[in-house]
């Protein structure tokens, strides 16, 4: 069995996880939940299993890498890092219904990893570097924890929404989902958890810049722009904690940090020339 192999029964094991969790949203079957929750945790084991067998296939070719330098790889990494942090956050606040809007983000971006050249292929100088490990994984994690956020944050807007309406409409939809206030307070600790591991991604990133540049920050694109979010979700934390922010300021803010993430990611790599961008397609 090949890691595309597995790659691609993930991407199906998220759909049918995707479709559960609205069903769960629509019809709140305690049996159905769990189902929901046994299929993203087996999306999760397989996508587990086939970076690790990627990773062994890249020494039975000689080159002994670790998965996680072109887009492709990043991509299936970040799948996997935000159904890990969703599947921790349900478990310990119980936000189920939340799933529906983050499980899609697992399944849209290992579908769009699918349509990427997923070749193993040596490193390219740059990225040869004991760095390489430490900063891609605390920047997607970060990046995965601000996923889970902008999720919660858009089911906050659709919880309030609903409250705002007659009591009659907003029952049908809004009482099953969490409190609003849980919501919110889920939606700053995810953020509280990837603000730190992206500051330590943007430090390490600065370290590896060092050794393959010469230079710890030179204004690229990507680092501009990860400069960018970071001072986003810096002013979010400082905004929470200073002037209490919280509710739809709160989410708005996250709902944006997280465009910003995304771009950072995905429209530097791709749109903008820089440094970074070896990270598009090889």
Request: glycine content about 8%.
């Amino acid at each position: 069995m090949t890691n595309s192999l597995l790659f691609g029964i993930s991407i199906f094991v998220y759909f049918f996880s995707m479709v559960l969790y609205v069903s769960y949203l629509a019809f709140r079957s305690e049996t159905l939940g769990k189902i929901c929750t046994l299929a993203l945790l087996a999306g999760v084991i397989i996508e587990t299993a086939a970076i690790l067998l990627r990773w062994y296939e890249s020494y039975q070719m000689g080159i002994g890498r670790a998965p996680l330098t072109n887009l492709y790889e990043s991509l299936v990494f970040f799948a996997l890092t935000i159904a890990i942090i969703y599947l921790v956050m349900e478990r310990k606040f119980g936000i189920k219904t939340a799933g529906a809007f983050v499980t899609p983000f697992p399944f849209i971006i290992m579908a769009y990893a699918s349509l990427n050249p997923n070749e193993i292929q040596p490193l390219v100088p740059a990225l040869q570097s004991n760095w390489l490990i430490s900063h891609v994984v605390t920047c997607f994690v970060g990046y995965a924890a601000f996923a889970v956020s902008f999720g919660v944050s858009v089911l906050y807007l659709f919880k309030v929404n609903a409250e705002n309406r007659s009591l009659k409409q907003a029952g049908a939809f809004s009482g099953h989902l969490p409190s609003s206030d849980l919501l919110d307070e889920v939606g700053y600790k995810t953020i509280a958890i990837g603000f730190p591991l992206l500051t330590i991604g943007i430090i390490t990133g600065a370290f590896w810049a060092n050794v393959a540049w010469g230079t710890y920050w030179s204004w690229d694109p990507k680092e501009t722009w990860s400069l960018i979010v970071w001072f986003i979700y810096a002013a979010y934390l400082h905004a929470r904690i200073t002037r209490g922010w919280r509710g739809k300021k709160a989410a708005a803010l996250s709902i944006v940090g997280f465009m910003a993430t995304i771009f950072c990611y995905l429209g530097v790599n791709l749109i903008l020339s820089g440094l970074h961008s070896y990270g598009g397609t090889t």
